[in-house]
C-alpha cells in the first residue's frame, strides 16, 4: 500500500538529517545539560510548592526559616544550571562537535566557552545578566559553537599554526601546546568581530542574534499551526519506525527549550502559572500529548484490552502486557513494533492524527485559560498523571486535560484495534 | 567471555531487552556480557565488544556507527523489527551470536 520507493527515500533523507553532524551535536550537546536542567527547575518548583488541603509547605519553611531564607537554595540552584543554559551549551555542543571531528574536545570546548563569555555584554556595574547566560543566549550558543568548531578544525590543519611539543612531554600538555595558537588567533577574532558589531551598531552580539532570530522563531513555535507541524513530523517519522524525536531534536529544543525556562522564571517570581506567557514549550508536547511516548500509546494499550478481552493469548493482548511497565514511563518500543505500528496502514491515521488532536485540544486548553500552562521542566519518563500535576505547578486541571485527552485519544484507537484484529484474524486463516 | 552491546536513542528501551537476554543466555548456560546504552554516548562503550546491535528505531544511524565500529572489528547488525517489539531475547541473543560465528 505504500509505495515502496518513497519509504526508502524518505527513510534515506530522514537518516541523513538525523545522522548529519552538527544536529547530532547540537542534540547531545543538550542532552549533557538535561540533569543541570531539571534540577533547575525542580529546585524552582520546591521554592513554589503547592498547597495540599490545609498543608502548605511554603508557608511553614517561611515561618521556620523567616520569609524567603530557605528559597535561597532552590534560587541557588537555578542560577547555576537554567540561568546559565547558554554558557553550559557554548560548552557541551562544541564539546561533542569537536569529539565527532576527532580533534580536541576539551580545548575546543573551553575556547567555545571563552568566547561566549567575551561577547556578553557588560551592565553598567560592570556584570553579567543573567539574560545572557541564560536561555535568551540560546542560539548565540548554538551558532558559536559551530563556528568556533569550524574555525579550530581549520587552523588546526595548518601546520604552522600547531606547535609541536617533542616526545616525552605528556600527552596533555602537548595538547594545550598544539591548540595554543589556534585559541589565540580565535579568541582574537571574537573580539574583533564584538568591537565591530558594538561600535558600529550600537547593541550586542547577544541582542542583535536575540532579536533577529530567536525570538521570532519563538514566537514562530508558540503557535497552534507549528505545534501541529512538530506534532506530525515527530509522528510521521515513527510511523516509519523512525525515532521522531531524536531526529528532530536538533531543530526541536533549541526552539521550545527557551519558552519554558520563561514560563518557569517568571513562575519563581510569583506570577500565577495560568499567566506565564509561552503555550507551547517541551513538556508541553511530553506531558499533555506523547502519554506513554510517541502516538499516546497508553491510549493505544488501553484500546487492546477493550477490544481484546476473550483472548488471551491473543498477539495484541500480548504486546501489550509486555509494553505496560515501560509504557508508563513514557518508553513505547515494544508496542511500536510489536503491534507493529510501524508500516502498518491500518495505524496510520490513529497513530498520526491522534496527537496532533491533543496538541490542539491542549493548546486550546491553555490558551483560554482553562489549565494553567507549563512551568516545570521534567524528564520525558516521567509518568502521565503526575506530570500533569507537576508540570502545571500543582494543579488538578493539568491532570483533568491529561484524563480527557486521553479518552479522545483511547476512542480514536479503538475503531483502528478493532479492524487491526479482523485484519490478523483473516491473515492467520489465509496462514493456516 | 563475549560482550554484546545494545544501543537506542535514550539507552531505555534496549534496557529492557538486557534483562531477556540475561535470562535467555543463562538457560543456554553461556557466559555473556550485555548492556544498553544511549547512542550519544556510544563511543566510550565500544571497548572488548564482540557484537553491537542497533534498535530499529535509529538505524539510520548504522552508517555512521559502522564507521566507527568497524575499524575495531565489532561486528554491527540491526535488531530485528518484530523481536524487538516482542521483547524476544532469546531470538536477538540468536542473533548476535549468529553474527559472532559468522
Same mark, same amino acid.
Given at each position: 500500500?505504500?509505495?515502496?520507493?518513497?519509504?526508502?527515500?524518505?527513510?534515506?533523507?530522514?537518516?541523513?538529517?538525523?545522522?548529519?553532524?552538527?544536529?547530532?551535536?547540537?542534540?547531545?550537546g543538550f542532552v549533557a545539560i538535561m540533569p543541570l536542567i531539571i534540577a533547575g527547575s525542580l529546585a524552582i518548583l520546591l521554592n513554589n510548592f503547592?498547597?495540599?488541603?490545609?498543608?502548605?509547605?511554603?508557608?511553614?519553611?517561611?515561618?521556620?526559616f523567616?520569609?524567603g531564607n530557605w528559597q535561597i537554595v532552590g534560587n541557588s540552584v537555578w542560577n547555576g544550571t537554567f540561568a546559565i543554559l547558554g554558557i553550559l551549551l557554548s560548552f557541551s555542543i562544541p564539546y561533542?562537535?569537536?569529539?565527532?571531528?576527532?580533534?580536541?574536545?576539551?580545548?575546543?570546548g573551553l575556547?567555545s566557552v571563552a568566547?561566549y563569555i567575551?561577547l556578553i555584554?557588560i551592565t553598567?556595574?560592570?556584570g553579567f545578566s543573567f539574560a545572557w547566560t541564560g536561555a535568551q543566549g540560546l542560539?548565540v550558543a548554538?551558532?558559536?559553537s559551530?563556528?568556533?568548531?569550524?574555525?579550530?578544525?581549520?587552523?588546526?590543519?595548518?601546520?604552522?599554526?600547531?606547535?609541536?611539543?617533542?616526545?616525552?612531554?605528556?600527552?596533555?600538555?602537548?595538547?594545550?601546546?598544539?591548540?595554543?595558537?589556534?585559541?589565540?588567533?580565535?579568541?582574537?577574532?571574537?573580539?574583533?568581530?564584538?568591537?565591530?558589531?558594538?561600535?558600529?551598531?550600537?547593541?550586542?552580539?547577544f541582542?542583535?542574534?536575540?532579536?533577529?532570530?530567536?525570538?521570532?522563531?519563538?514566537?514562530?513555535?508558540?503557535?497552534?499551526?507549528?505545534?501541529?507541524?512538530?506534532?506530525?513530523?515527530?509522528?510521521?517519522?515513527?510511523?516509519?519506525?523512525?525515532?521522531?524525536?531524536?531526529?528532530?531534536?536538533?531543530?526541536?529544543e533549541?526552539?521550545?527549550l527557551p519558552?519554558i525556562e520563561s514560563n518557569v522564571d517568571l513562575f519563581a517570581s510569583?506570577?500565577?502559572?495560568?499567566?506565564?506567557?509561552?503555550?507551547?514549550?517541551k513538556?508541553?508536547?511530553?506531558?499533555?500529548?506523547?502519554?506513554?511516548?510517541?502516538?499516546?500509546?497508553?491510549?493505544?494499550?488501553?484500546?487492546?484490552?477493550?477490544?481484546?478481552?476473550?483472548?488471551?493469548?491473543?498477539?495484541?493482548?500480548?504486546?501489550?502486557?509486555?509494553?505496560?511497565?515501560?509504557?508508563?514511563?513514557?518508553?513505547?518500543?515494544?508496542?511500536?513494533?510489536?503491534?507493529?505500528?510501524?508500516?502498518?496502514?491500518?495505524?496510520?491515521?490513529?497513530?498520526?492524527?491522534?496527537?496532533?488532536?491533543?496538541?490542539?485540544?491542549?493548546?486550546?486548553?491553555?490558551?483560554?485559560?482553562?489549565?494553567?500552562?507549563?512551568v516545570a521542566f521534567l524528564p520525558?519518563?516521567?509518568?502521565?498523571?503526575?506530570?500533569?500535576?507537576?508540570?502545571?505547578?500543582?494543579?488538578?486541571?493539568?491532570?483533568?486535560?491529561?484524563?480527557?485527552?486521553?479518552?479522545?485519544?483511547?476512542?480514536?484507537?479503538?475503531?483502528?484495534?478493532?479492524?487491526?484484529?479482523?485484519?490478523?484474524?483473516?491473515?492467520?486463516?489465509?496462514?493456516? | 567471555?563475549?560482550?554484546?552491546?545494545?544501543?537506542?536513542?535514550?539507552?531505555?528501551?534496549?534496557?529492557? /531487552?538486557?534483562? $531477556?537476554?540475561?535470562?535467555? +543466555?543463562?538457560?543456554?548456560?553461556?557466559?555473556?556480557? *550485555?548492556?544498553?546504552? !544511549?547512542? %550519544?554516548?556510544?563511543?566510550?562503550?565500544?571497548?572488548?565488544?564482540?557484537?553491537?546491535?542497533?534498535?530499529?528505531?535509529?538505524?539510520? /544511524?548504522?552508517? $555512521?556507527?559502522?564507521?566507527? +565500529?568497524?575499524?575495531?572489528?565489532?561486528?554491527?547488525? *540491526?535488531?530485528?523489527? !518484530?523481536? %524487538?517489539?516482542?521483547?524476544?531475547?532469546?531470538?536477538?541473543?540468536?542473533?548476535?551470536?549468529?553474527?559472532?560465528?559468522?
Open positions: 500500500m505504500i509505495d515502496y520507493k518513497f519509504m526508502k527515500k524518505f527513510i534515506e533523507i530522514a537518516g541523513r538529517l538525523g545522522a548529519q553532524r552538527h544536529l547530532v551535536a547540537i542534540r547531545n503547592p498547597v495540599f488541603g490545609n498543608f502548605n509547605m511554603v508557608q511553614l519553611l517561611n515561618h521556620i523567616g520569609d561533542y562537535l569537536a569529539k565527532s571531528y576527532e580533534l580536541d574536545e576539551l580545548s575546543v575556547i568566547s567575551m555584554p553598567n556595574d560592570g542560539f548554538i551558532f558559536l559551530i563556528i568556533i568548531t569550524e574555525l579550530f578544525r581549520i587552523l588546526m590543519k595548518n601546520d604552522r599554526l600547531v606547535i609541536r611539543m617533542p616526545e616525552g612531554v605528556p600527552g596533555g600538555v602537548a595538547k594545550s601546546f598544539a591548540a595554543l595558537l589556534p585559541a589565540l588567533i580565535i579568541l582574537i577574532l571574537v573580539g574583533l568581530f564584538q568591537t565591530l558589531v558594538t561600535t558600529l551598531t550600537d547593541t550586542s552580539v541582542e542583535l542574534i536575540f532579536i533577529l532570530i530567536q525570538e521570532p522563531l519563538q514566537g514562530l513555535g508558540n503557535t497552534l499551526p507549528a505545534a501541529i507541524l512538530v506534532a506530525f513530523l515527530n509522528h510521521f517519522l515513527w510511523f516509519f519506525g523512525l525515532h521522531g524525536t531524536n531526529i528532530l531534536a536538533g531543530v526541536i533549541p526552539i521550545y519558552p510569583g506570577m500565577s502559572a495560568y499567566d506565564v506567557p509561552y503555550i507551547v514549550t513538556p508541553f508536547f511530553d506531558v499533555f500529548v506523547y502519554m506513554g511516548g510517541a502516538g499516546t500509546s497508553i491510549a493505544l494499550i488501553i484500546a487492546v484490552i477493550i477490544v481484546v478481552r476473550q483472548e488471551k493469548k491473543h498477539p495484541y493482548r500480548e504486546v501489550s502486557k509486555l509494553a505496560v511497565p515501560a509504557g508508563i514511563f513514557n518508553i513505547n518500543e515494544p508496542i511500536i513494533f510489536g503491534i507493529p505500528i510501524v508500516l502498518n496502514p491500518i495505524f496510520f491515521i490513529p497513530f498520526i492524527l491522534g496527537p496532533v488532536l491533543l496538541t490542539i485540544t491542549s493548546y486550546f486548553a491553555l490558551a483560554t485559560g482553562l489549565v494553567p500552562k507549563t520525558w519518563t516521567m509518568p502521565p498523571f503526575i506530570s500533569g500535576y507537576i508540570v502545571t505547578g500543582g494543579s488538578w486541571r493539568g491532570i483533568i486535560l491529561q484524563m480527557i485527552n486521553l479518552g479522545i485519544s483511547v476512542l480514536l484507537y479503538l475503531p483502528f484495534v478493532m479492524a487491526g484484529v479482523r485484519a490478523l484474524k483473516i491473515k492467520l486463516e489465509n496462514n493456516s | 567471555m563475549k560482550r554484546i552491546l545494545l544501543v537506542c536513542s535514550a539507552g531505555m528501551s534496549t534496557s529492557m /531487552l538486557v534483562n $531477556k537476554m540475561d535470562h535467555a +543466555a543463562e538457560e543456554k548456560g553461556l557466559e555473556i556480557e *550485555i548492556h544498553a546504552i !544511549s547512542e %550519544y554516548d556510544l563511543n566510550n562503550h565500544l571497548q572488548e565488544v564482540d557484537v553491537l546491535l542497533i534498535a530499529p528505531q535509529i538505524r539510520f /544511524l548504522e552508517d $555512521k556507527i559502522r564507521k566507527i +565500529a568497524d575499524p575495531m572489528r565489532i561486528k554491527v547488525d *540491526i535488531i530485528d523489527f !518484530s523481536s %524487538y517489539g516482542m521483547l524476544q531475547g532469546d531470538k536477538i541473543l540468536e542473533q548476535a551470536l549468529h553474527l559472532i560465528d559468522a
